[in-house]
């Protein structure tokens, strides 16, 4: 059997993945996942450590992988290789109340006194629906409850403005000019220590 890579962060942390499904991912999806596996991977993914947990969004928003469905990290990243492209439109705010109704439930997996990370990846900006709620309302209540969110954007289609507010906090907004970069060692580094950082202390 493979030997679980050693996970450079060693806090104790419950960390969320958003996944972008929309359509304009088709060409890039696997880098995305790749993306947000080797990023899982720095925290670890084990019961009593790091547990990690998926919601993806495109219009509808699925609760793909729950905080306590894998005490693995390689159980955790086939998981993530079987999430199919949703295709459609790019509904933040969906994808937010769904972490907020149902990731990070204890019911799902959430620890009670464990640091909370969620990290929203997209490679665009919000769909101006009707209905549609301003995705920075959704993340701030998160952030109220003492949930750490950094927001990646990748690619040019994304809203810096967007991803600042959705984060509070310009410190943890990180942009990727292509889905290379994204997969890039240092990208990866900088990202993982923003999440630790979030898992260890609280400023």
């Known amino acids: ?17 958003v996944l972008d499904s929309s359509g304009s991912l088709k060409n890039d999806y696997d880098k995305e ?12 993914v084990s019961d009593d450590g ?17 905080l306590n469905d894998h005490t693995k990290v390689s159980t955790f990243n086939d ?10 439109t790019t509904r933040i705010d969906k994808a937010l109340r769904m ?4 990731m990070f439930t204890i019911a799902n997996g959430a620890r009670p ?4 990370v969620l990290i929203v990846l997209t490679d ?12 920075s309302d ?19 289609g994304v809203n810096p403005t967007e991803l600042a507010r959705i984060a509070g906090d310009q410190s943890n907004v990180f942009s990727a000019s292509s889905f290379d970069e994204l997969v890039s060692g240092e990208f990866l580094d900088k990202v993982n220590d923003a999440g630790c950082k979030a898992g260890t202390c609280f400023d």
Do not use: W
């Open 1 to 17: 059997a493979q030997r679980e890579p050693e996970p450079t962060c060693k806090a104790k942390v419950d960390v969320g993945f």
């Open 33 to 44: 996942k790749d993306f947000l596996k080797a990023l899982a991977a720095t925290f670890g």
């Open 50 to 66: 790091a547990r990690a947990g998926v919601v993806t969004f495109s219009y509808y928003t699925e609760h793909s992988i729950k």
């Open 79 to 88: 998981a993530v290789d079987k999430i199919a492209l949703m295709g459609s």
């Open 99 to 102: 972490v907020q109704n149902d």
């Open 113 to 116: 006194g464990v640091n909370k």
């Open 124 to 135: 665009g900006s919000q769909t101006k629906d009707a209905g549609a709620e301003d995705p």
């Open 138 to 156: 959704v993340a701030k209540e998160l952030r109220d409850k003492g949930i750490r969110v950094i927001s990646i954007g990748i690619g040019k």
